[in-house]
């Protein structure tokens, strides 16, 4: 195989995906500008309008928060779910396309094995979901610590869970490899975009169901109703002969459901890979 030949499938890649790679980085240029815009110039502005509130509580502008807590909540939206365009792009035009029309069986009668070819598909797509969370997750988490209070969204809340750490990228690097193994297995495009997309939100659906069960609960007991921490999320209550109790996950525990959940969503993702070599090696033998 010709060292030329390898070099030029990641310039390949780049060339036929171009179009994907650079509304990646728009999505990923245009929410880091609209999150430091919020912070540094809309939540000072929030601020001075609440400096403005009379003893009584009456404010000139009682609705200015929302000015940086609407465009903030949608943004975490929007970074929470980005797993769902990755694996409609990975089950359609990068590979499913290419499983369909033929292309990849002409690629690998010029001296490029599947599963290079599936590795070269694979790696660039990756890096680019790599280096958007790398901008995307600490400018979150920047404006998150630094304008908490007001957004009043709680830390349990699925876009405030996921985009403020690693779970985010490793969402992303599920759905493509997910978007590769239906691919591979279906061969045709909007089969594969819609089976890696149903797949993925499917996975999220069920990890989100029981985030709070990922590590062990506390309870709090008292005679007069039940009581929870300040920042808890609060999962149970009620009152039983001890009196009454509340079940909660509390703040200190985000990062331990946090990391656990990325270490399940990874392993999918390895599994997933595994499983796309598998099949392609088999159907190519």
């Known amino acids: ?5 390898l ?11 171009r179009s994907a790679l650079l509304a ?6 245009g929410m880091a500008g609209w999150l430091v815009w919020l912070n540094e110039v809309t939540a000072g502005d929030v601020r001075g309008a609440e400096r403005g509130c009379t003893r009584l509580g009456l404010c000139t502008d009682p ?3 929302l000015a940086y807590s609407k465009p903030f909540a949608w943004i975490g939206l929007l970074l929470c779910y980005s797993f769902l365009a990755v694996a409609a792009f990975a089950g359609g035009a990068l590979v499913g396309r290419e499983m369909e029309s ?5 690629a690998w009668t010029q001296g490029v094995t599947p599963a290079r070819w599936l590795t070269a598909k694979l790696a ?16 979150y988490r920047w404006g998150w610590d630094a304008n908490h209070d007001l957004t009043g969204d709680d830390w349990s809340l699925p876009a405030a869970f996921v985009a403020r750490g690693p779970l985010m990228v ?8 997910v978007g590769a193994l239906a691919a591979v297995l279906l061969r045709r495009t909007l089969a594969a975009l819609g089976t890696a997309f149903a797949t993925m939100w499917l996975v999220n659906a069920l990890l989100a169901r029981y985030r709070a069960d990922l590590w062990p609960k506390e309870t709090r007991t008292s005679a007069k109703g039940p009581d929870w921490p300040d920042g808890a999320w609060p999962l149970n209550w009620g009152r039983n002969a001890g009196g009454y109790f509340a079940v909660y996950q509390p703040e200190s525990h985000f990062w331990p459901l ?9 392993a999918l993702a390895a599994t997933a890979t595994t499983a796309a070599y598998t099949v392609l090696r088999r159907r190519t033998a």
Request: glycine share 10%.
């Open 170 to 177: 490793a969402y992303g690097l599920c759905a493509l490899a």
């Open 102 to 106: 033929g292309t990849a069986e002409l």
């Open 63 to 65: 609705l200015a928060s």
């Open 1 to 5: 195989m010709s060292s030329a030949v």
């Open 24 to 29: 990646w980085t728009a999505f990923v240029v």
């Open 258 to 266: 946090h990391l656990v959940e990325t270490g399940i969503v990874l």
């Open 124 to 139: 660039l797509p990756a890096l680019a979901v790599v280096a958007g969370g790398a901008v995307l997750v600490p400018v």
């Open 7 to 17: 070099t030029g499938l990641p310039r390949t890649v780049l060339r036929l995906h």
